[in-house]
């Protein structure tokens, strides 16, 4: 008995101890991956799934595909290969929902603003103005701003609340107009319609031409991606033939995919470098 009492005793010291340790400390890289990652499934749309759970679902998907290709091929080297691919996809598919939501967004902040100028002309406070957009603004934007007028009815912190409605849009756009809106509520005056109106004005021409560079920059793209993809897809069918594919179990068969992957990779990296059009950072944020 007094053994197991020094054994819970001995845990629960060691648990205080590890417990009183921030893990930011510990490895400052891996919490600004965390951090990165989970802002990045918030833009997208997702933020339910954990950075860690992102991982395990791209190793599911990678493991998934490679031992499909396995089972199909035998080649141990076109599955390693293919697992890579099918790795990288989930982050492929929440950068392109990322982008697509950015879009779309950008698209609806000027009705969000030119909302918050008709509540400030009714002679609603700010943060009603703003809980207000959770009823009548656009409809993607909604629960994040109910969510800001229950949080501020519950804490009546208005700069609290406007934190914590940053951390749930995490968009640029938002973090302009959050800080806009809390200098107007610190510092006061009588200038915040105009400086609502310039705003709403200044977003809609930045999305116009903003919209009009991708347009004419998505034929590029989506060809460089064909490109990217045609190869490797050519690989996959050749792998039916069993006599064939199985020279890529060879030292040189690893090293011409090996090459072929990375010279890929590098390409369309190249690609995506040259022709990327320049985003807003989240600079207000810390």
């Keep these: 008995m007094g053994i197991f009492l020094g054994l819970l005793l001995g845990l629960g010291l060691f648990l205080v101890v590890v417990s009183g340790s921030p893990r930011a400390s510990r490895n400052p ?3 600004k991956w965390r951090r990165r990652t989970r802002e990045l499934l918030a833009q997208a749309g997702i933020p339910g799934v954990s950075p860690d759970q992102f991982v395990m679902i791209s190793i599911g998907v990678g493991s998934l595909v490679g031992l499909t290709v396995l089972a199909f091929t035998a080649t141990w080297s076109l599955a390693a290969a293919f697992f890579l ?3 990288l996809l989930p982050r492929t598919m929440v950068l392109r929902r990322r982008h697509t939501r950015v879009h779309d967004l950008r698209e609806l902040w000027p009705d969000v603003v030119d ?3 008709s509540a400030v002309r009714a002679g609603m406070s700010l943060p009603e103005g703003l809980a207000s957009v959770g009823v009548r603004g656009p409809a993607p934007l909604r629960p994040a701003f109910a969510r800001f007028g229950e949080d501020y009815r519950a804490t009546g912190s208005f700069s609290a609340s406007l934190d914590r ?3 749930d849009l995490a968009d640029p756009i938002a973090d302009r ?3 806009s809106l809390r200098m107007a509520r610190e510092v006061g005056g009588t200038d915040l319609g105009r400086l609502l109106r310039t705003l709403s004005t200044f977003l809609r021409e930045d999305a116009r031409t903003r919209a009009e560079l991708e347009a004419r920059q998505s034929w590029t793209v989506n060809a460089a991606r064909l490109a990217l993809a045609a190869p490797w897809a050519v690989l996959l069918l050749l792998a039916t033939r069993g006599d064939t594919v199985r020279a890529y179990d060879s030292p040189t068969g690893v090293a011409v995919l090996g090459a072929g992957g990375g010279v890929s990779m590098l390409a369309y990296l190249l ?3 040259i022709g990327r059009l320049p ?3 989240r600079v207000l944020r810390p």
Excluded: Q, S, T, V
């Design 29 to 31: 890289g891996a919490a």
């Design 85 to 87: 691919f099918a790795a």
């Design 115 to 117: 909302n918050l100028a």
């Design 165 to 167: 409605l940053a951390d």
């Design 177 to 179: 107009i959050i800080e």
């Design 271 to 273: 690609m995506k470098r």
């Design 279 to 281: 985003e807003e950072g």
